[in-house]
């Protein structure tokens, strides 16, 4: 029926209905994800005894706000934590990010990035780019950094883990892939990583940063050891109705030490007004594992079709998800800017736009980014982006629900890729 709204070749309604052939086991193995995680939420509101009075908000110093309390609980119960800051003063994932890293690191300590160099927006922070100099970066504070690059398959070389471990006192994992070629990391490597650095250095303390990563399995890396995870409200967790916010969950101590960067210390999570965002939050939380749901089958879907077209997409369509994203090598910048600009008439909102690369703060390249989202650079939302480098990889993620979506893949490949010859 997409034909009856959009132009979409006889070529492309074909492929369409091939891949949602293939694609029919995998969605299903989605949908029981879904409802656990979907039940496992109703569990966590009830046992919180969360009530309309939750909804309200505060002003001013936001003492007393027993509605930012609660969610904190829910939030935490839902991810398998002691404790949980789920906040909309969080600014990005990148500023839950920080937040957690100066919460958790001292002068003299040692960051190490047991997963390779982190995502672009994180090397200012850290210090080992040109974007924070002069800032108040975590080397200008004394903090070392130290990395474990991965091996040439694109999983962590465990022996470098072991040995870099000893001398460190935070090791990082990023679960998803950022602007790398690999597949995000399952829960069973992340475990493994984990039980390396810890058997290594038993004080060391492991947080995951679990962007894309939220509720596509029915467990979080705290349920593998982590002490610590860290995350966006405008990605999975916030369910697309989240209007800004973040999160830091794991160990009680390390969450209450994070709460004093988040403020300031000596007033912890005691702060913070919450204005009329707390129903957004609370909605936005419980609709997660669906949205997250419909963000996968549009992964899975795109890489189904890209395959199709002898694309060579990561990961395949036949391949567990672990986050919510597709990669694909265009090869050329055009096709990468087409491909985008694809993506953008197919959203719902400033469909009539058309991106174009940027230099943007925090990275290292141009990039190009499509996001007609509701919400300002919501990637649970579908867009796509990359950094104008070759091989010139677009990272397609997000989805609020898989029909729409669909439509605009469809939209991005016929943009991108034109009429191939039928094979």
């Given at each position: 029926m997409i034909e009856q709204f959009f132009e979409i070749s006889p070529f492309y309604q074909q492929l369409d209905k091939q891949a949602m052939e293939l694609c029919k086991p995998h969605f299903e193995a989605v949908d029981a994800i879904r409802d656990y995680n979907q039940v496992?939420?109703?569990?966590?509101?009830?046992?919180?005894?969360?009530?309309?009075?939750?909804?309200?908000?505060?002003?001013?110093?936001?003492?007393?706000?027993?509605?930012?309390?609660?969610l904190d609980e829910v939030f935490a119960q839902v991810v398998g934590a002691e404790d949980a800051l789920c906040r909309?003063?969080?600014?990005?994932?990148?500023?839950?990010?920080?937040?957690?890293?100066?919460?958790?690191?001292?002068?003299?300590?040692?960051?190490?990035?047991?997963?390779?160099?982190?995502y672009d927006t994180l090397e200012g922070v850290i210090g080992i780019g040109d974007a924070g100099k002069g800032f108040g970066t975590l080397a200008e504070y004394g903090v070392a950094y130290d990395e474990a690059p991965l091996k040439e398959d694109g999983m962590p070389d465990y022996q470098l883990?072991?040995?870099?471990?000893?001398?460190?006192?935070?090791?990082?994992?990023?679960?998803?892939?950022?602007?790398?070629?690999?597949?995000?990391?399952?829960?069973?490597?992340?475990?493994?990583?984990?039980?390396t650095a810890k058997q290594a250095n038993p004080d060391i303390v492991v947080m995951v940063d679990n962007c894309y990563g939220e509720f596509t399995q029915t467990a979080e890396p705290t349920s593998v050891g982590a002490d610590l995870i860290v995350g966006s409200l405008i990605?999975?967790?916030?369910?697309?109705?989240?209007?800004?916010?973040?999160?830091?969950?794991?160990?009680?101590?390390?969450?209450?030490?994070?709460?004093?960067?988040?403020?300031?210390?000596?007033?912890?999570?005691?702060?913070?007004?919450?204005?009329?965002?707390?129903r957004q939050l609370y909605l936005g939380l419980y609709y997660a594992p669906g949205v997250t749901a419909e963000a996968i089958k549009t992964s899975i879907y795109a890489s189904c079709l890209l395959e199709l077209l002898g694309k060579n997409p990561l990961p395949r369509y036949t391949e567990p998800r672990n986050d919510i994203i597709t990669s694909f090598e265009?090869?050329?910048?055009?096709?990468?800017?087409?491909?985008?600009?694809?993506?953008?008439?197919?959203?719902?909102?400033?469909?009539?736009?058309?991106?174009?690369?940027?230099?943007?703060?925090?990275?290292?390249?141009e990039?190009?980014?499509?996001?007609?989202?509701?919400?300002?650079?919501?990637?649970?939302?579908?867009?796509?982006?990359?950094?104008?480098?070759?091989?010139?990889?677009?990272?397609?993620?997000?989805?609020?629900?898989?029909?729409?979506?669909?439509?605009?893949?469809?939209?991005?490949?016929?943009?991108?890729?034109?009429?191939?010859?039928?094979?």
């Amino acid at each position: 029926m997409i034909e009856q709204f959009f132009e979409i070749s006889p070529f492309y309604q074909q492929l369409d209905k091939q891949a949602m052939e293939l694609c029919k086991p995998h969605f299903e193995a989605v949908d029981a994800i879904r409802d656990y995680n979907q039940v496992k939420m109703l569990k966590a509101f009830t046992d919180n005894r969360v009530a309309a009075t939750h909804m309200m908000g505060s002003t001013g110093y936001g003492y007393d706000d027993a509605g930012r309390d609660r969610l904190d609980e829910v939030f935490a119960q839902v991810v398998g934590a002691e404790d949980a800051l789920c906040r909309s003063h969080f600014l990005s994932g990148t500023h839950a990010l920080t937040v957690a890293l100066f919460g958790l690191l001292r002068a003299g300590d040692t960051l190490l990035a047991a997963t390779g160099r982190p995502y672009d927006t994180l090397e200012g922070v850290i210090g080992i780019g040109d974007a924070g100099k002069g800032f108040g970066t975590l080397a200008e504070y004394g903090v070392a950094y130290d990395e474990a690059p991965l091996k040439e398959d694109g999983m962590p070389d465990y022996q470098l883990i072991a040995q870099k471990a000893v001398g460190a006192t935070v090791c990082h994992i990023q679960r998803s892939r950022g602007y790398s070629s690999r597949c995000a990391f399952d829960l069973e490597t992340i475990g493994k990583v984990i039980a390396t650095a810890k058997q290594a250095n038993p004080d060391i303390v492991v947080m995951v940063d679990n962007c894309y990563g939220e509720f596509t399995q029915t467990a979080e890396p705290t349920s593998v050891g982590a002490d610590l995870i860290v995350g966006s409200l405008i990605k999975n967790a916030g369910g697309g109705i989240a209007p800004t916010g973040g999160y830091v969950a794991g160990r009680r101590d390390l969450v209450e030490k994070c709460a004093h960067r988040l403020t300031a210390p000596g007033t912890g999570r005691e702060l913070g007004c919450t204005l009329d965002s707390l129903r957004q939050l609370y909605l936005g939380l419980y609709y997660a594992p669906g949205v997250t749901a419909e963000a996968i089958k549009t992964s899975i879907y795109a890489s189904c079709l890209l395959e199709l077209l002898g694309k060579n997409p990561l990961p395949r369509y036949t391949e567990p998800r672990n986050d919510i994203i597709t990669s694909f090598e265009t090869g050329d910048p055009q096709a990468m800017v087409a491909f985008c600009q694809g993506i953008q008439a197919g959203s719902p909102v400033d469909s009539y736009v058309s991106p174009e690369p940027y230099a943007m703060p925090g990275y290292t390249s141009e990039v190009i980014m499509a996001a007609g989202a509701f919400t300002n650079g919501s990637s649970i939302e579908l867009s796509c982006d990359g950094p104008m480098r070759p091989p010139y990889t677009v990272y397609l993620q997000g989805g609020l629900n898989f029909a729409a979506s669909r439509a605009g893949i469809l939209t991005a490949v016929q943009r991108a890729f034109g009429q191939p010859d039928a094979q």
